[in-house]
């Protein structure tokens, strides 16, 4: 079946400038993730969705990020007045509700953005 | 605060046996999750630990105690395919599955 997709999958943009970035969970799965993966380190957490509840923003790294999510589908990111620092791979990752089921967290392939 | 620890690179050859470990303090815990990333490729899952004990799939096994906060991942009879960076993450809440990830152990599998 259809895994996590987004888009796009590579972004160069200039500083200062805003950055929209999509991601379309598995279909059914009501949690939706987004982290942020920096050149050579690990996941950082950037936001969680759980169906109608408020998310979860406790990660985004200044109020430059912002994310929404249209019911239990497309989720968009967005950075504004990007900065060098934001250069990073930005994954978003789906898990369905069930909570038997919810051991994993099903990644997409990732947006590389560069900002010049 | 919340940490997780584990070493930033090994190296092993090909056909033997590596463990990589990993330490975490978390405020809560709700399981631990091991994820394999090849270069420029998303994690994909490898296992999910929540109770004491060694948990064996096939090449790979992992395993917990919570008591100690500790972790590790145990490959054998690896393979070069098997180079890649691996993710020990915390899930630290029963309420949601936000996981706090280390910074990943780069595995090199030499022939």
């Known amino acids: 079946g259809a895994g996590v997709s987004q888009s796009p999958s590579n972004k160069v943009t200039e500083k200062g400038k805003d950055v929209e970035l999509r991601c379309d969970p598995i279909s059914g799965h009501t949690a939706l993730y987004w982290y942020r993966q920096r050149l050579g380190q690990g996941l950082e957490f950037l936001i969680y969705?759980?169906?109608?509840?408020?998310?979860?923003k406790s990660g985004l790294p200044s109020d430059r990020f912002s994310a929404e999510r249209t019911g239990e589908s497309v989720s968009t990111l967005t950075i504004q007045r990007t900065q060098q620092e934001d250069s990073a791979v930005y994954l978003c990752?789906?898990?369905?509700?069930?909570?038997?089921?919810?051991?994993?967290?099903?990644f997409g392939p990732g947006t590389r953005l560069t900002v010049l | 605060g919340q940490n997780i620890d584990q070493p930033t690179e090994m190296t092993a050859t090909e056909g033997a046996i590596v463990q990589i470990n990993c330490t975490y303090q978390t405020s809560g815990f709700n399981g631990l999750f091991w994820y394999q990333q090849h270069a420029g490729e998303a994690p994909t899952f490898l296992s999910y630990n929540v109770l004491d004990g060694l948990e064996e799939k096939g090449r790979f096994s992992s395993f917990l105690s919570r008591s100690k906060g500790y972790s590790y991942l145990l490959l054998k009879e690896l393979q070069m395919k098997d180079s890649a960076s691996y993710l020990c993450?915390?899930?630290?809440?029963?309420?949601?599955?936000?996981?706090?990830f280390g910074t990943g152990t780069r595995l090199q599998v030499f022939p």
């Open positions: 969705f759980q169906g109608n509840s408020a998310p979860d």
């Open positions: 990752a789906s898990s369905p509700e069930d909570r038997r089921f919810a051991d994993t967290q099903y």
């Open positions: 993450a915390v899930s630290g809440s029963y309420n949601t599955d936000k996981l706090i």
